[in-house]
C-alpha cells in the first residue's frame, strides 16, 4: 500500500530540510526521505570524538555574509551573535621557503585585486592559468617576475573553490561571487539543522530511506517514489535534492548505489547541461593534539608558488580534462593550495583544519588508512607554521569521504571552463518534479545558504501551485 502525501522531498539537507520547513509551516502534508542514518547531507558535525570536541565535517562557515540569510538568522533570531566568529582578523602565508613567508619587498596585494577583475571580464573563458598568463601578457615588464609568482601562488587559491588544478578549472568563475566576509560557526553546523526541523512534525523525516525509483503517473498527475526496500510514497509535488554528482549519476546509471531511475527519464534540455556542470570533491584532514603549540593565527593560507615554467608568457597551456589527475605528479605538501583553520584560536580547541583540493582528495580518499595519509600528508606544514622538526603526537585525526560517499559523490558544484554556472533547466523543473540544493541556484552556489536559499525558492512555487 502507497503512502500517500502533497509533497514529498528527497534528502534531508539543509535545502530539503529547509523546504519541508515552510511547506510545513504552510500547513502542507510533506515527508521527507533520507538515504543515510542520520539528517544534514553534506552538512555534518561529529560530536562522537575521543575528547568530546565537535567538528563540523562539512559546512563550517557562514560564507558571502552580506548577503546570507542563514548567518542573519543565526545571529539575529536563533543564537547570540558571539556564536559565530570572523576568523579573519589575523591570517598568516605559509610557503615551502626558508623564512616559510614572502620575499621582502613583494607587494602582490594590488595584483591580486586587478586579475580577479580581469577574470570576471573575460570575454571567452579559459583555465585559470592561461588566465594569469594572459593578464600578465598586458602588463608587460611593469610586474616583476616575483610579484608575478607570488600573485599567482594566491590566485591558486582558487583551486580550493573550484576543485581542480589551474589548468584545468574555469577562470571566469573561480572567484565569485562572493559579497562578504566569512564567519565561522562555532556551536557546529547542525545547530542551524536543528532549528530548521522545530518545524516539520519527527515523524514525517524517515531516515534509511534509499530511493531508488522516480514515477510520474501521467493519468493522475501524481508522482510514485519507491524506495530500496519495497516501501512506495505517491505524491503532488517532489522536490529532488540529490547532490549534482548523484543527479548526473542517476542520468548515467541508475543502478549504482545512490542512484535514482527517473520514469520517464530526466527531459533533455536538463541532461543535456550535465555536461556543462561539475561536481568536485574537496576534503577536510582534522589533527587534534593535547595542546596547542602553533602561532596564534586563525587562519593560515598555505600557497604553492609557481616556476617559471608554469608562467611562460609565450606559451598557451593546454588545458587538462576537467577531474583528470592521472597524469599529475602524486600530492606533497606545498604543492597544493591549502587552508588551515586553526580551532584554538577560534574555538579554543587544540586542533587544525585542513581544507583541501581535488587531488589530495582522490589520493586520501583511496588510500588503505586515511587518517594515516592525511596525517602524513599535512604534517610537514605543521612543522612548517611551528618550526618544529619533531612533531607531538596527536590525539587523534579525522578526515572526510564526500567523494566515496555514494550518497554525495563529491562535495561542491564547481566549472571547467565554459561552463554554466548554474544549470538553469533544474530551476524550472520538471512540471510537478522540482529540484534544490547549491548546485540549482546562483545566489550562494557551492554554500549551505545557497541550499538553505533554494529550498525556499521551492517550497514557495509549491505553496503557490498547490492549490490552483
Given at each position: 500500500?502507497?503512502?500517500?502525501?502533497?509533497?514529498?522531498?528527497?534528502?534531508?539537507?539543509?535545502?530539503?530540510?529547509?523546504?519541508?520547513?515552510?511547506?510545513?509551516?504552510?500547513?502542507?502534508?510533506?515527508?521527507?526521505?533520507?538515504?543515510?542514518?542520520?539528517?544534514?547531507?553534506?552538512?555534518?558535525?561529529?560530536?562522537?570524538?575521543?575528547?568530546?570536541?565537535?567538528?563540523?565535517?562539512?559546512?563550517?562557515?557562514?560564507?558571502?555574509?552580506?548577503?546570507?540569510p542563514v548567518f542573519e538568522k543565526f545571529i539575529n533570531e536563533w543564537f547570540e551573535p558571539q556564536f559565530a566568529k570572523y576568523d579573519d582578523?589575523?591570517?598568516?602565508?605559509?610557503?615551502?621557503?626558508?623564512?616559510?613567508?614572502?620575499?621582502?619587498?613583494?607587494?602582490?596585494?594590488?595584483?591580486?585585486?586587478?586579475?580577479?577583475?580581469?577574470?570576471?571580464?573575460?570575454?571567452?573563458?579559459?583555465?585559470?592559468?592561461?588566465?594569469?598568463?594572459?593578464?600578465?601578457?598586458?602588463?608587460?615588464?611593469?610586474?616583476?617576475?616575483?610579484?608575478?609568482?607570488?600573485?599567482?601562488?594566491?590566485?591558486?587559491?582558487?583551486?580550493?573553490?573550484?576543485?581542480?588544478?589551474?589548468?584545468?578549472?574555469?577562470?571566469?568563475?573561480?572567484?565569485?561571487?562572493?559579497?562578504?566576509?566569512?564567519?565561522?560557526?562555532?556551536?557546529?553546523?547542525?545547530?542551524?539543522?536543528?532549528?530548521?526541523?522545530?518545524?516539520?512534525?519527527?515523524?514525517?523525516?524517515?531516515?534509511?530511506?534509499?530511493?531508488?525509483?522516480?514515477?510520474?503517473?501521467?493519468?493522475?498527475?501524481?508522482?510514485?517514489?519507491?524506495?530500496?526496500?519495497?516501501?512506495?510514497?505517491?505524491c503532488r509535488y517532489l522536490v529532488v535534492t540529490l547532490p549534482l554528482g548523484v543527479l548526473k549519476m542517476s542520468n548515467i546509471d541508475p543502478?549504482?548505489?545512490?542512484?535514482?531511475?527517473?520514469?520517464?527519464?530526466?527531459?533533455?534540455?536538463?541532461?543535456?547541461?550535465?555536461?556543462?556542470?561539475?561536481?568536485?570533491?574537496?576534503?577536510?584532514?582534522?589533527?587534534?593534539?593535547?595542546?596547542?603549540?602553533?602561532?596564534?593565527?586563525?587562519?593560515?593560507?598555505?600557497?604553492?608558488?609557481?616556476?617559471?615554467?608554469?608562467?611562460?608568457?609565450?606559451?598557451?597551456?593546454?588545458?587538462?580534462?576537467?577531474?583528470?589527475?592521472?597524469?599529475?605528479?602524486?600530492?606533497?605538501?606545498?604543492?597544493?593550495?591549502?587552508?588551515?583553520?586553526?580551532?584554538?584560536?577560534?574555538?579554543?580547541?587544540?586542533?587544525?583544519?585542513?581544507?583541501?583540493p581535488a587531488q589530495p582528495t582522490k589520493e586520501l580518499e583511496s588510500s588503505e588508512n586515511p587518517q594515516e595519509f592525511g596525517y602524513q600528508?599535512?604534517?610537514?606544514?605543521?612543522?612548517?607554521?611551528?618550526?618544529?622538526?619533531?612533531?607531538?603526537?596527536?590525539?587523534?585525526?579525522?578526515?572526510?569521504?564526500?567523494?566515496?560517499?555514494?550518497?554525495?559523490?563529491?562535495?561542491?558544484?564547481?566549472?571547467?571552463?565554459?561552463?554554466?554556472?548554474?544549470?538553469?533547466?533544474?530551476?524550472?523543473?520538471?512540471?510537478?518534479?522540482?529540484?534544490?540544493?547549491?548546485?540549482?541556484?546562483?545566489?550562494?552556489?557551492?554554500?549551505?545558504?545557497?541550499?538553505?536559499?533554494?529550498?525556499?525558492?521551492?517550497?514557495?512555487?509549491?505553496?503557490?501551485?498547490?492549490?490552483?
Amino acid at each position: 500500500m502507497s503512502i500517500e502525501t502533497q509533497v514529498l522531498v528527497i534528502g534531508a539537507g539543509i535545502s530539503g530540510l529547509k523546504a519541508a520547513s515552510d511547506l510545513c509551516e504552510q500547513g502542507i502534508d510533506t515527508v521527507v526521505l533520507e538515504a543515510r542514518n542520520r539528517i544534514g547531507g553534506r552538512i555534518h558535525t561529529e560530536r562522537n570524538t575521543p575528547t568530546g570536541n565537535h567538528y563540523d565535517l562539512g559546512a563550517t562557515w557562514f560564507h558571502s555574509t552580506m548577503e546570507n540569510p542563514v548567518f542573519e538568522k543565526f545571529i539575529n533570531e536563533w543564537f547570540e551573535p558571539q556564536f559565530a566568529k570572523y576568523d579573519d582578523s589575523k591570517v598568516g602565508f605559509v610557503l615551502d621557503t626558508p623564512s616559510g613567508g614572502f620575499p621582502n619587498g613583494v607587494n602582490f596585494g594590488p595584483i591580486v585585486d586587478e586579475l580577479k577583475y580581469f577574470f570576471s571580464n573575460l570575454g571567452e573563458d579559459t583555465t585559470l592559468q592561461n588566465a594569469v598568463v594572459e593578464y600578465l601578457k598586458t602588463k608587460k615588464t611593469l610586474v616583476s617576475q616575483d610579484e608575478s609568482k607570488y600573485a599567482a601562488a594566491v590566485i591558486r587559491f582558487a583551486e580550493l573553490l573550484g576543485g581542480g588544478q589551474w589548468d584545468m578549472i574555469s577562470a571566469k568563475y573561480s572567484w565569485g561571487p562572493f559579497n562578504g566576509r566569512d564567519a565561522f560557526n562555532t556551536l557546529g553546523y547542525d545547530s542551524v539543522l536543528g532549528k530548521l526541523v522545530e518545524k516539520i512534525p519527527q515523524d514525517k523525516i524517515i531516515l534509511n530511506a534509499v530511493v531508488s525509483t522516480v514515477e510520474k503517473i501521467q493519468s493522475s498527475d501524481s508522482i510514485k517514489v519507491t524506495t530500496k526496500e519495497g516501501k512506495t510514497y505517491t505524491c503532488r509535488y517532489l522536490v529532488v535534492t540529490l547532490p549534482l554528482g548523484v543527479l548526473k549519476m542517476s542520468n548515467i546509471d541508475p543502478t549504482v548505489e545512490g542512484a535514482i531511475k527517473f520514469i520517464p527519464e530526466l527531459p533533455e534540455n536538463i541532461t543535456r547541461n550535465f555536461s556543462k556542470t561539475h561536481f568536485a570533491p574537496i576534503s577536510k584532514v582534522i589533527v587534534e593534539y593535547e595542546k596547542a603549540f602553533w602561532p596564534d593565527n586563525e587562519k593560515f593560507l598555505v600557497l604553492q608558488v609557481p616556476n617559471n615554467d608554469d608562467l611562460d608568457l609565450d606559451k598557451t597551456y593546454t588545458a587538462t580534462t576537467y577531474g583528470d589527475f592521472s597524469t599529475k605528479p602524486k600530492s606533497k605538501a606545498f604543492e597544493f593550495p591549502c587552508l588551515v583553520s586553526n580551532f584554538d584560536a577560534v574555538r579554543g580547541v587544540p586542533a587544525l583544519m585542513f581544507l583541501l583540493p581535488a587531488q589530495p582528495t582522490k589520493e586520501l580518499e583511496s588510500s588503505e588508512n586515511p587518517q594515516e595519509f592525511g596525517y602524513q600528508l599535512v604534517a610537514p606544514i605543521i612543522k612548517k607554521i611551528t618550526g618544529l622538526e619533531e612533531l607531538p603526537k596527536p590525539k587523534f585525526v579525522l578526515t572526510t569521504n564526500w567523494g566515496t560517499d555514494p550518497y554525495s559523490r563529491g562535495a561542491i558544484t564547481t566549472c571547467a571552463p565554459g561552463d554554466l554556472f548554474v544549470n538553469d533547466a533544474l530551476i524550472e523543473g520538471f512540471g510537478n518534479i522540482r529540484f534544490s540544493g547549491e548546485g540549482t541556484i546562483a545566489q550562494g552556489r557551492a554554500c549551505a545558504h545557497g541550499a538553505y536559499l533554494s529550498g525556499e525558492r521551492e517550497a514557495s512555487y509549491i505553496i503557490k501551485h498547490i492549490n490552483q
